[in-house]
C-alpha cells in the first residue's frame, strides 16, 4: 500500500508539472482558449472536456477559426499520452476590416495541433473561391498510417467594413 500510494503521488505530481506548462505553451503562438465543458465525470482524474479554441489566420487579419475539439480525460489524458478523437468541428468569421499580408496556395495550412503523441495531427487549411470572393476554411485530422475522414468546412464571404471595400482573396491565390 505505502509503494502504491508513493507512485500515486510521484504520477500525479509529474501531472501537475505537465499541466502547469500548458499556460506557456499556449501563450507561444497557440490557439486561445475560449472555454471548456466537462463531458463526463471520472473520479480521481480530469474529465474528457470539449474545448473551444480560437485561432487567428496568420496571414488574412481581421479572421479568426474557432473550432471545438474533444479532450480526452483519465490517466492517459492526464500525462497527455491520450489519442483523441478526429471529430473537430469549426466556424471562421470576419471580425474587422480584412487584409492580406502575402500571396498563399490553395490549401495552406494556417494551424496544426497534435492530436495524439505521435502519429495524428488536426490541420486547419485556407482556400480562396475567387469566383465568389469567399475564403473557405477546412479543419481534418490526419495520421502517419491511415487518415481520417472526419472533417469541417466554413466559409466567410469577405464583407465592406467600416467603408472599405474588401479586397478579392483571388489576387493573392498563388
Known amino acids: ?8 503521488r510521484i504520477g500525479a505530481a509529474a501531472a501537475l508539472a505537465f499541466l502547469g506548462m500548458a499556460p506557456a505553451l499556449a501563450a507561444d503562438g497557440g490557439p486561445d482558449l475560449i472555454f471548456k465543458q466537462s463531458t463526463d465525470f471520472k473520479l480521481l482524474t480530469p474529465n474528457d472536456k470539449l474545448a473551444t479554441y480560437a485561432v487567428d489566420d496568420p496571414i ?12 480526452k480525460g ?31 496556395a490553395q490549401g495552406d495550412q494556417v494551424f496544426s495541433a497534435k492530436r495524439s503523441l505521435f502519429f495524428k495531427r488536426m490541420q486547419i487549411v485556407r482556400g480562396c473561391d475567387t469566383k465568389r470572393n469567399v475564403l473557405i476554411y477546412m479543419v481534418y485530422s490526419d ?32
Open 1 to 8: 500500500m505505502g509503494l502504491r500510494m508513493k507512485n500515486i
Open 60 to 71: 488574412v487579419d481581421g479572421i479568426a477559426c474557432y473550432f471545438t475539439a474533444h479532450e
Open 74 to 104: 483519465g490517466v492517459s489524458g492526464m500525462l497527455g499520452l491520450a489519442e483523441n478523437t478526429s471529430d473537430v468541428s469549426l466556424a471562421c468569421r470576419q471580425y474587422g476590416p480584412v487584409s492580406f499580408k502575402e500571396k498563399f
Open 143 to 174: 495520421k502517419l498510417v491511415e487518415g481520417s475522414p472526419d472533417n469541417s468546412t466554413s466559409a466567410i464571404s469577405l464583407q465592406p467594413w467600416g467603408g472599405t471595400e474588401p479586397p478579392h482573396c483571388g489576387e493573392f491565390v498563388k
